[in-house]
């Protein structure tokens, strides 16, 4: 198993990618934190069929563009667990308006949400990972931090902050034993996005720029770059952008 015993906070974990994961990480072994905002029941959902499965996991709830919110879900798990050896701050919305239409409100939500949430996540746990000068920090950025979509100015705005943020956090941190990367996903079925899946021309587009031909990929398959990023089959990447994206970017 490659995370046997490691403690793992995924937030988002209680749908789409997040839930992918946190399945993944539970068959590698490691106890996981099945991190999730507004509907504790789908959190205590996966965290059960986790259980059942034979894995070891506990829902928690947290909305992570809140400070005090997130100091408390670390001193949570540190409390059932011990500590916290791998983060994968993967919580995040994406609102989809013509620029005039997005209000302050929308512009705030998405980017405390995807950008602050990560940021605040991230500080919480370093001082446990630089006390034992060894953590996984994985932040979930997006293709669309390098690639711009239409209609998507605060969700494109707040995952290239992301992807920096992971190469400067790389920077401070990589002497203190830390592996700080990214992994930007390509067309993902989750829903957050079920809205454009039901979109025919949509699905077209996406077939025709994707040199597989595939318009979406399945959330087991970005769950396996985390996977890898999380153990030590990765010790020594640093400030990587891991694109999961079925060859997207290449065209």
């Known amino acids: ?10 937030t988002g974990g209680s749908q789409g990618i997040g839930e992918a ?3 993944a990480y539970a068959r590698e072994g490691a106890k996981v934190a ?20 034979g894995g070891t996991a506990r829902a928690f709830q947290c909305d992570v563009s809140r400070r005090e919110q997130v100091r408390k879900l670390v001193e949570d798990v540190t409390s059932a667990w011990g500590t916290v050896d791998i983060l994968v701050s ?13 209000t302050e409100e929308d512009w705030d939500l998405t980017v405390d949400t995807n950008l602050k949430g990560a940021f605040l996540l991230a500080q919480a746990v ?10 996984k920090i994985v932040f979930m950025a997006s293709i669309a931090a390098t690639h711009a979509f239409p209609n998507s100015v605060p969700y494109c705005a707040s995952k ?29 079925a989750t829903p ?14 996406m077939q025709s720029y994707t040199p597989t031909g595939r318009a979406y990929l399945s959330t ?32």
């Open 160 to 188: 290239a902050g992301v992807w920096m943020m992971a190469k400067a956090l790389c920077a401070e941190l990589a002497k203190s034993g830390i592996n700080v990367n990214s992994i930007s996903p390509g067309n993902t």
């Open 90 to 102: 993967n919580a995040g919305i994406m609102i989809n308006k013509a620029v005039e239409e997005y």
């Open 1 to 10: 198993m490659k995370l046997k015993d490691k403690v793992a906070i995924v």
């Open 126 to 135: 370093i001082p446990l990972m630089k006390a034992k000068r060894s953590g």
């Open 21 to 23: 994961i946190c399945r």
């Open 220 to 251: 087991d398959e970005v769950a396996g770059a985390a996977v890898f990023l999380a153990s030590e089959d990765a010790r020594a990447i640093h400030g990587v952008d891991l694109i999961v994206d079925d060859g997207w970017c290449a065209m």
């Open 34 to 53: 099945v991190v999730n905002a507004h509907k504790p029941e789908l959190g205590q959902s996966v965290a059960r069929t986790i259980q059942e499965a």
């Open 192 to 205: 957050l996005n079920e809205h454009l899946q039901r979109d025919p021309e949509f699905v077209k587009l």
